[in-house]
């Protein structure tokens, strides 16, 4: 346990913390602009240069690690002046446009320049002039902007393993590409966004959609139906000043109604649909004792995921869709039919955590209803902009309720937003469905949590069901290439897997708040099932509203109607794709 | 200095013949290293002192001393000179690629490497040919490949090619690109001795430093170390080039005084006005610099780098804007963009030097770019970037009222490219 | 042009820079290597595109644009410059019309400044292809233009 002393200050740690980790354990921020804490040290910005007794040269406080002794200086006045001028060098190839940059006040580069004083740039400035890509559905690309982290690199090709963009070029001419001169839409992105949390600038950010939901909500003639992801009831306030994990929905559903949205469903809702239909599929498939395994379907990064590398699996995925998705289909159908608004009317609309979901709503085959079954995609930022625009001070409403039809739910379909959430939810309906008794434990503990693949064995009527959830893709792409070989073998090593594109589950998607890291993500999944324990009902069986739909309009689960709106079919996507 | 056998340029051969350079006395250092424990070996080449030729000068036998015992080791030779001014390598691997062939053999038994690799720069596609060649004579007598001589050791070499770029002359960098990767340098520690390709310990040596390594072996450490200076032994090949009217490699004990090094080289075309003195990153010196040696320590107390010994003379008729924006822009190409300061640093250095030369500078920059330098040597990731500063500060010392001039009489006009 | 049998190389990664050689000497009239054979090259090495793009893009020696059958790479670090690389660069774009192109209007010729070719003594160098010319006048860049151009014309006929 090594004693050093930072800036005057003595303080014992761990052996192997880096310098960087005792400083900021002994309350002293030192500046960095590529580190961050969920990716391993990258050295490559400079700043967090600091300067040892005894040793001639400066060294990155990220990746030296404290030694017993070490006297550590992080701010000389050389120091200073150097750590000044490299944030210049970097200012003077960064485009000056802070006033229209969706990053503005969230911008790591911002808030170094500020505090570091930065009031006069002595180099010559320049820009790379290079066009902005906008061709993926969830995401924009805009090197103008890129510093050179390679924070995104990293968690493309490492943590994610989608290796949809590499740097590409060398010395300052470098960006991140999908390859030569193309564009990240027509490639193998998966839109999960990922590489956008972890972008200091705005470099990478969502692809806005706020413009059509104004206009949308501004034009009378229009009846604007929104849905909203259990991930976002336990973020959104954090853009207001509010802690992560604290359950802010009844106030959503109040700041929409402000905003002009004439119906407020909850996409919770469909998630206990999703159940419905997923339980029954699985159950099928475990009388017919097979095709094993059964791949969850909702997180649409892992669906194309699935598709570009695993297409061989994709018989083993559920055909049902994501609870979006479903939830869109039955606003233009049931929820039209209802309340006897024409659906070349309604524009529906929905609040995500999620950048994918931009590109799930735009698959061609997402028009089952007859129209477009989600009109647009609203990340968690965009929502908080949107209210913000309106003048709306969130964290000081009261709260309403939504509308009822379509947004009853249980605490089953709240923990969908969690990693290994949509896995219990699932588990609480198949067990008692088959067995006519409720689970013994209603909390399965084994598939919660922030480890990365979770694994569980339950006994359902005398036979072991193997279940497994992993959340990132890079856990995704271990263990399925551990069951395509084991399937090649004649073997199936689980029944059920639950895969989420984003590490944490949908709590971590790419359009969560910035500060989304593993930390925070675990703080907002806590929220989902504290809000879970207290719900009046817990099970998606129980959910009254589900019940009516289905005797008014779906028949039953799995059935013709069902198939019809509920139910989708993949592609196989090539892996070399430009 | 042909008579000397611890002499590089006493095998040089127009064609590649081994049995000629068996002939002259080649492969008896092989020979002697394979009667000998491997840690003898290493400690004959320690006794030797012989120092890496590539430019960083680090002691060669405390290189090889470091690697630990592993079932999987390799020896990767140097071969990717790009340093401007520099071309002694090329001489060697055209001239006599069967010293460093040997060299790296007797390397791969001192550290108990199975494998090794030359990496040679892609702009050397027919000296790639050449050593490929060299890579066959020298199987078919059996002195590579399996069980060598007899010995039981078997080693063998694969070439790589390099695909242009000079920042994969950095060890690191190198071994980076080695691997099928950019080539960005890594984080040390761990060394490459430790966890190098693939994580396996691995020695990397200049093709100057592993040619040395059969005479050190055939003619024993002390007949090498009383060559050259206390702190540099043995002799150097020096690439002098520009305004002589011989520009070449000169082989000489390690110490030769700069003066005497142009002397050998036919002398200066007109009147000397400014030397470089170890590549691009070393420092521009004035005609001042005629006394100084050539050595590690002498040209370190002198405020420089020996380098990779190259010497770049330059007359009255240069230009040193011209110099200092060829220098920066030098910089700037082959920044590999990992860290922020150099890939930030070399292009605004690069701007500043090119607008100098142009006639559009202004006089803040001469402050700006030495300030920018200084930041980098503070910051940047590797050797590349920290070194940027030598270059510019000595040439704005030494010449820094003819740049000024350039800022302020703005009568320089020539298209800058 | 020869296709590349990529069979020739094992399945890693470490032969990416050897293999770009191949694609772009043996496999191009242009000296250069297309989406096409990236995409072979990544089947081959089971890397993505854009891990391989990322290798292409950072050595200078390759381009995934066509070029000239010649490509000629004209050295201006500073033992050439001194001895009067920037003549020969002037001379030749002039020449060739590349003053706005990248490749000749016969297609033969592209044009780069390199930096240090590692023959200072020879110094004013260039490479065409494969081929280091060294010692180069006016004159002698002026000849080799001229015997290449004959040489691409007796092919063509």
């Not at chain 1, 490559?44 to 006297?71: F, L, S, W």
């Not at chain 1, 470099?203 to 849905?227: C, G």
């Not at chain 2, 005479?215 to 009383?226: E, Q």
């Amino acid at each position: 346990m090594p004693n050093v002393n930072i800036d005057g200050r003595p303080i014992e740690v761990e052996t192997g913390t880096t310098i960087l980790e005792a400083a900021d354990k002994a309350g002293i921020d030192i500046p960095t602009l590529c580190k961050h804490e969920d990716i391993a040290p990258l050295g490559t910005c400079g700043m967090c240069m600091v300067e040892i007794d005894g040793k001639p040269d400066y060294v990155r406080a990220c990746i030296t690690q404290a030694q017993e002794g070490m006297q550590i200086r992080t701010h000389t006045r050389e120091l200073r002046r150097i750590k000044r001028n490299l944030l210049q060098l970097v200012l003077a190839a960064h485009p000056d446009d802070c006033l229209q940059c969706i990053r503005h006040g969230e911008c790591e580069l911002q808030k170094l320049a500020e505090k570091f004083e930065i009031r006069d740039l002595e180099y010559d400035q320049y820009t790379r002039g290079l066009p902005i890509d906008s061709s993926a559905a969830g995401i924009v690309r805009d090197m103008n902007k890129c510093i050179g982290c390679g924070r995104c690199v990293e968690v493309c090709q490492n943590l994610q393993t989608v290796k949809a963009i590499s740097f590409f070029g060398r010395g300052a001419d470098t960006i991140v590409s999908p390859g030569a001169e193309t564009n990240m839409g027509s490639g193998v992105c998966v839109n999960c966004g990922q590489c956008v949390v972890y972008c200091p600038v705005g470099a990478l950010h969502e692809r806005e959609q706020t413009d059509h939901v104004w206009e949308a909500i501004e034009n009378p003639e229009l009846h604007v139906a929104a849905q909203i992801a259990p991930a976002v009831r336990v973020a959104l306030g954090e853009e207001f000043g509010m802690a992560p994990g604290e359950l802010v929905i009844d106030k959503i559903y109040h700041a929409l109604k402000m905003l002009g949205i004439d119906t407020v469903f909850d996409t919770n809702f469909s998630a206990d649909l999703t159940i419905m239909e997923e339980g029954t599929e699985f159950l099928n498939r475990l009388s017919a004792g097979g095709p094993f395994p059964l791949i969850t379907s909702c997180s649409p990064g892992w669906i194309k995921f699935g598709e570009t590398y695993f297409p061989d699996l994709i018989e083993n995925i559920s055909s049902c869709k994501s609870p979006q998705q479903m939830m869109g289909s039955l606003i233009k159908t049931y929820f039209s039919e209802t309340r006897g608004i024409p659906p070349e009317k309604i524009v529906s609309l929905s609040i995500m955590p999620c950048t994918a979901k931009k590109f799930e709503a735009d698959r061609p085959e997402m028009n089952d209803s007859g129209f477009k079954d989600v009109d647009y995609v609203l990340t968690t930022r965009e929502l908080a902009r949107m209210i913000r625009q309106a003048g709306i001070s969130f964290d000081k409403l009261d709260g309403v309720t939504s509308d009822s039809l379509l947004s009853a739910y249980s605490g089953a379909a709240t923990i969908f937003g969690a990693t290994g959430g949509v896995m219990e939810a699932a588990l609480r309906t198949a067990y008692e469905l088959h067995t006519g008794k409720p689970l013994e434990n209603i909390n399965l503990k084994a598939v919660r949590g922030m480890e990365e693949t979770k694994t569980a064995s339950i006994s359902i009527d005398g036979e072991e069901l193997r279940v497994a959830v992993v959340h990132g893709l890079s856990n995704a792409r271990e263990l399925l290439s551990y069951v395509y070989n084991e399937q090649q073998a004649g073997r199936v090593p689980y029944h059920f897997i639950e895969i989420m594109a984003c590490r944490g589950g949908c709590v971590g998607g790419g359009g969560q708040p910035i500060e989304n890291s593993l930390y925070q993500r675990n703080l907002r999944g806590q929220g989902l099932y504290k809000e879970d324990s207290g719900l009046p009902f817990r099970k998606s069986h129980e959910n009254p509203e589900v019940a009516a739909l289905y005797e008014h309009y779906l028949e039953k689960p799995g059935g013709e109607r069902s198939h019809h709106l509920l139910h989708t079919h993949y592609t196989r996507r090539d892996a070399y794709t430009l | 200095m042909k008579q000397n056998k611890v002499s590089l340029t006493h095998y040089a051969m127009k064609k590649q013949d081994i049995e000629a350079y068996i002939g002259l006395g080649g492969y008896h250092g092989l020979k002697a290293a394979l009667d000998m424990d491997r840690s003898e070996v290493v400690k004959e080449v320690q006794d030797s002192k012989l120092r890496g030729r590539g430019g960083a000068g680090f002691p060669t036998g405390k290189k090889w001393a470091g690697v630990p015992p592993s079932e999987e080791t390799y020896v990767v030779c140097n071969a990717d000179e790009g340093e401007p001014g520099t071309f002694k390598d090329r001489y060697i691997m055209e001239n006599t690629p069967f010293l460093l062939l040997e060299g790296m053999t007797i390397a791969g038994y001192a550290v108990g490497a199975k494998k090794g690799f030359i990496y040679i720069r892609g702009e050397y596609p027919t000296i790639a040919e050449t050593l490929k060649k060299a890579l066959e004579a020298a199987r078919s007598q059996n002195m590579l490949g399996n069980n060598i001589l007899g010995s039981g050791f078997s080693f063998d070499i694969e070439i790589k090619r390099g695909g242009g770029s000079y920042v994969v002359g950095d060890e690191t960098a190198l071994l980076s690109s080695l691997m099928g990767k950019r080539g960005f340098p890594w984080m040390k520690p761990p060394y490459p001795t430790e966890k190098g390709l693939w994580d396996r310990p691995t020695v990397v040596n200049n093709v100057e430093t592993l040619s040395y390594v059969p005479l050190i072996l055939a003619h024993g450490a002390a007949a090498f170390s009383k060559i050259g200076v206390e702190g540099s032994t043995g002799p150097k090949l020096y690439s002098v080039s520009g305004h002589v009217n011989s520009p070449g490699v000169y082989e000489f004990p390690m110490g030769v005084s700069v003066k005497d090094l142009i002397e050998a080289a036919g002398g200066v075309q007109g009147q000397l006005k400014a030397v470089q003195i170890g590549g691009t990153a070393g420092p521009i010196y004035d005609a001042e610099s005629l006394s100084m040696q050539l050595d590690y320590d002498a040209m370190q107390t002198a405020g420089g780098t020996l380098g990779s010994g190259a010497v770049v003379v330059m007359n009255s008729k240069t230009n040193m804007a011209g110099v200092l924006d060829v220098s920066m822009r030098f910089f700037a190409e082959e920044s590999c963009g990992q860290c922020f300061p150099c890939r930030y640093g070399t292009r605004q250095l690069n701007y500043m030097a090119q607008r100098i030369a142009a006639g559009t500078g202004r006089q803040s920059y001469l402050q700006l770019m030495q300030d920018t330098g200084e930041v980098m040597q503070a910051t940047s990731f590797c050797p590349f970037g920290q070194s940027v500063s030598t270059p510019l500060n000595s040439l704005l010392q030494h010449f820094g009222d003819e740049v000024k001039g350039f800022i302020q009489q703005q009568d320089y006009v020539k298209e800058v490219i | 042009m020869q296709p590349v049998q990529l069979t020739e190389f094992p399945h890693s990664p470490d032969h990416i820079l050897h293999i770009f050689h191949e694609f772009q000497d043996r496999d191009s009239d242009n000296n250069f290597i297309s989406s096409s054979s990236v995409r072979r090259i990544a089947e081959h090495l089971d890397l993505s595109m854009s891990q391989v793009y990322g290798v292409l893009s950072f050595y200078h020696m390759f381009s995934y644009r066509p070029r000239g059958k010649y490509v000629i790479r004209l050295c201006d670090s500073l033992s050439c410059r001194i001895v009067g690389s920037l003549d020969i660069y002037t001379y030749l774009r002039a020449e060739l019309g590349l003053q706005r192109k990248k490749i000749s209007d016969d297609g033969l010729f592209s044009l780069e400044i390199v930096n240090c070719l590692g023959s200072c003594h020879t110094a004013p160098n260039m490479m065409i292809n494969e081929q280091l010319i060294t010692n180069l006048t006016l004159e002698k860049v002026k000849a080799t233009i001229h015997s290449l151009k004959e040489e691409a014309k007796d092919e063509t006929e």
